[in-house]
């Protein structure tokens, strides 16, 4: 059973940038495509980037050009670079494998405020 923890939110300007990170355990996630998620307040979880085995990518049209997700297999973990926040990206944001949807961690918290 894998488990995700996600880490690196926090408070920021629009503008700013963060990196967060989703460490895994219990099992390798090298043979799983992973994705990010985020729920904003009201609002349903919605799955807004994916990396696969291969190392392709997707993005949703709202992040492109200013997010970036990437793995290292070797430490298990999954990261996303979010340049450029705006309000709009204030949401709890989780990983998980898209289609496996392993138990969802605590998440971490992303708020972009002036």
């Known amino acids: 059973q894998v488990q995700l923890v996600e880490s690196g939110g926090g408070l920021v300007h629009p503008g700013s940038s963060l990196r967060l990170s989703c460490a895994a355990s219990?099992?390798?996630?090298?043979?799983?495509?992973m994705g990010w998620y985020r729920q904003a307040p009201g609002k349903q979880r919605e799955l807004f980037t994916r990396?696969?085995?291969?190392?392709?990518?997707y993005y949703k049209e709202s992040v492109k050009g200013r997010f970036s997700i990437s793995r290292d297999n070797a430490r298990n973990t999954v990261y996303l670079q979010m340049n450029s926040l705006k309000p709009e990206d204030t949401a709890a944001y989780y990983c998980?494998?898209?289609?496996?949807?392993?138990?969802w961690g605590q998440g971490t918290q992303v708020t972009v405020s002036s």
């Open positions: 998980n494998s898209p289609g496996w949807n392993f138990p």
């Open positions: 219990g099992s390798s996630i090298g043979i799983y495509d």
């Open positions: 990396i696969f085995r291969s190392g392709n990518t």
